[in-house]
């Protein structure tokens, strides 16, 4: 009995590989008469550039991490020694807070910043959409000095009557801005201005079928917009969302140009006293990279909670990993059939 | 006018119609899709809206809970004017927040069903009963189960919207505007989304809804459920009532030549 394959360069005709093939009546385990055909086992096709692009790879890999390792300039032990001092530690919490912190009122702030944006109501949309313009068109190291720096432009911050010279209360702006707040400030704003936007797609990519059934038990805008609108938004705004904390986190850093207490602001201070740059950086990259794995397990989380209801799985690394094996035992026990009959 | 149905036996009597409309009129841009259109629809009474797509069918449905505003004329729903307030003989338009509570004595069906996705087939009928009227969860859920089962679908309390068929999903959204025990509802176009093995429950489930009693306006392309259910067809083009009457004339025996032309095509 011969199995024709589809990739044997000598396949019988289409009209003639079709019964035996596909629905071949009785296969040597014997499925006779009106039973199901017999499953199908081709020969997959090979792929023999994906494997020498695959070693390729894992040698340019193992000689790059081979060179790195035996550098002598890379410095282990000072590695080993920063990794968990308490400068860094108190940088890692500082870098946490900060990034907390600053989503927070960048998410909140957006999401505010989106409404308006959608307002019927000219001067809130339009304010909205010259806040976004400012906020995203500047660089955020920009703003960050500017924040920092805020003291020199409004020396005093004064409550009281516009256009008069009535004042209630008076502060020096140093005072009411020191430099951490300041760094809250420069990246919260800026993440507002992103977020806004992240938001603004979310809400518009909801159907205004829902927005309209809503209405029609009733609801009022504001519950329509918080347990319909939003909860359908947060499945187009989480993934976005996620990569800004990624982002976020490692933003902070540039709070160490205007000086503060996080993660990238102590190793420049060891580092500018010691000159050990390269291992110290490394130190910091080890924190950054750990931080942000573990940011990802959330987002995860939240995407499969506002995923609810919504079909469509999304390949794992697990299901990626067992399907190359799959692809790489098939063959064996496809030739092994071969080569039997 | 009115075109109360002779045959019509209000169940629910209460003083007036359930639904009036008087010179409605409604128009987009330019495009003036409603010109005039009265009616008026009793309690306990089946109205079916015919016509053809673009004659404002489902403009006017819109119209009676407030989604669409009209340009001029005026719709009443149980003798409250729909989106104003009458007060020394000027109307002042409503808050959202009181358009909403206008709203909860109308029940609507989509065609498109518009099920909240995000929530099970008990949750999208437990919604509004906890978040609008503020009843108790358990309460809701009893409720909410009861409906479903009413609608053949006690089953799928806890199936997600995108694992029912469109019959099943139109008639978990029939439950869920039941739930706010409606006074009237509407349903706009139920069934011309589904597939044509799956129109029969969900004309069913309407079917036994006419029968316990409730006022139901219907824009609909179903010539026989409009013929066997409906106590009144209205026939609408261009925006205007072309005619209405008891449906075993109107549908069967049309005085007007543009009803006629119209039934020949989807018949």
Known sequence: MTIPVATEPKAPPMTAMKPSALTAPEGPHGSSGAARPRPVEAVPVRHPGRWIAAVLVLVIGIATLSSILQNPNLDLPTVGEYLFKPLTLSGVVITLWLTAASMVVGVIGGIVVAVMRLSPNPVLSIAAALFIWVFRGTPLLLQLIFWGFIGAFIPKVVVGVPFTSVEFWSFTTSDLIPATVA??????????????????????????????????????????????????????????????????????????????????????????????????????????????????????????????????????????????????????????????? | MTAAAPQAAPPAAGPGPMVEAVEVHKRFGSLEVLQGITMSVERGQVVCLLGPSGSGKSTFLRCINHLEQIDAGVIRVAGETVGYREKDGRLFELREKEVATQRRKVGMVFQRFNLFPHMTALENVMEAPTQVLGRSKAESRDDGIRLLEQVGLGDKAGTYPAQLSGGQQQRVAIARALAMDPQVMLFDEPTSALDPELVGDVLDVMRRLAEGGMTMIVVTHEIGFAREVADVAVFMDGGVVVEQGDPRQVLVEPAEERTRSFLSKVL
């Open chain 1, 183 to 341: 760094a809250l400030l420069a990246l919260g704003l800026n993440e507002m201005a992103y977020a806004a936007e992240i938001v603004r797609a979310g809400i518009q990519s909801v159907d205004p079928g829902q927005t309209e059934a809503a209405h029609s038990l009733g609801m009022s805008p504001l519950k329509t917009l918080r347990r319909i609108v939003l909860p359908q938004a947060m499945r187009v705004i989480i993934p976005p969302m996620g990569n800004e904390t990624i982002t976020m986190l490692k933003s902070t850093s540039l709070v160490a140009i205007v000086a503060g207490d996080d993660l990238m602001s102590n190793i420049r201070e060891a580092y500018t006293q010691n000159y050990k740059i390269i291992p110290l950086l490394i130190v910091a990259a080890i924190w950054y990279l750990a931080l942000t794995s573990i940011l990802s397990i959330p987002q995860m989380w939240l995407e499969r909670r506002y995923g609810r209801g919504f079909t469509g799985v999304r390949p794992t690394l697990g299901s990626r990993v067992s399907t190359f094996t799959q692809s790489l035992t098939l063959p064996v026990r496809a030739s092994k059939k071969e080569s039997a009959s």
